[in-house]
């Protein structure tokens, strides 16, 4: 079946290291995001690519980066220079950079810094 | 850029009753608005989005949205729940001057017998 996975689904890591979460997607969509959650603030965007290539900062990039070297994956690295890390991060795709279309999510990956 | 209010932050309700959850946004063009709904440890999912013609919007899951243009909303609702309606449900806008879709904080809904 088409869809987003993202892994791993649960993380643990210590303050001062950097740790990279994997979205890979077969829906062969050019658009691709990050979004973090937080209880009681919905999601906000930290990146996105609308191919590849190419990527955009979105509200709060601080502290993370990406790459989109493939169009079906979109890496996300939270650095040390995160400052309040723990989350729950989800990855997104879309058919086109239109601004219509559906987002089809992953299920998510929950970081916890030690 | 838009901004995206959702007035409530939990509604209780008890089973085959109805329910609206309340979405306001902020802007000063023309927007695309969404609701998705997020299943616990899930990733979000559409339920429906309106982007011209009729104001009352259709989705899935016997949901439906009215979007009020002269008032900014665009309100969720659903005549009778069920309890897997349970979830959190997000409101989200974006306009034409911008690529990316703001959510609102989100409603979580829970249905009980």
């Known amino acids: 079946d088409g869809g987003i996975t993202q892994s791993p689904k649960y993380l643990f890591r210590k303050e001062g290291q950097n740790v990279t979460l994997s979205c890979e997607q077969n829906?062969?969509?050019?658009?691709m995001y990050w979004y973090r959650q937080d209880p009681g603030q919905g999601l906000r965007l930290i990146y996105y690519?609308?191919?590849?290539?190419?990527?955009q900062k979105g509200d709060i990039a601080e502290g993370y980066s990406v790459s989109r070297e493939k169009k079906e994956s979109f890496p996300l690295t939270v650095t040390s220079a995160q400052k309040n890390p723990t989350a729950f991060y989800l990855c997104?795709?879309?058919?086109?950079?239109?601004?219509?279309?559906?987002?089809?999510f992953g299920e998510g990956s929950r970081l916890t810094v030690l | 850029a838009q901004s995206v209010t959702q007035l409530d932050s939990q509604v209780p309700v008890f089973e085959e009753a109805p329910v609206e959850l309340r979405c306001n946004y902020s802007?000063?063009?023309?927007?695309?608005l969404f609701w998705y709904v997020q299943y616990p440890n899930q990733g979000l999912q559409l339920l429906l989005k309106?982007?011209?013609?009729?104001?009352l919007v259709k989705g899935i899951n016997g949901f439906e949205a009215e979007f009020n243009k002269s008032q900014t909303s665009f309100h969720l609702r659903k005549p009778s729940v069920h309890i897997s309606d349970t979830a959190e449900y997000f409101c989200?806008?974006?306009?034409?001057?911008?690529?990316?879709?703001?959510f609102g904080a989100g409603t979580t809904v829970t249905v009980r017998a």
């Open positions: 997104a795709s879309k058919a086109d950079r239109g601004l219509t279309g559906e987002l089809f």
């Open positions: 829906l062969n969509h050019d658009a």
């Open positions: 690519s609308q191919i590849v290539n190419d990527f």
């Open positions: 802007s000063s063009v023309s927007v695309y």
């Open positions: 309106y982007l011209s013609g009729s104001t």
């Open positions: 989200a806008v974006s306009d034409l001057n911008d690529y990316k879709l703001s």
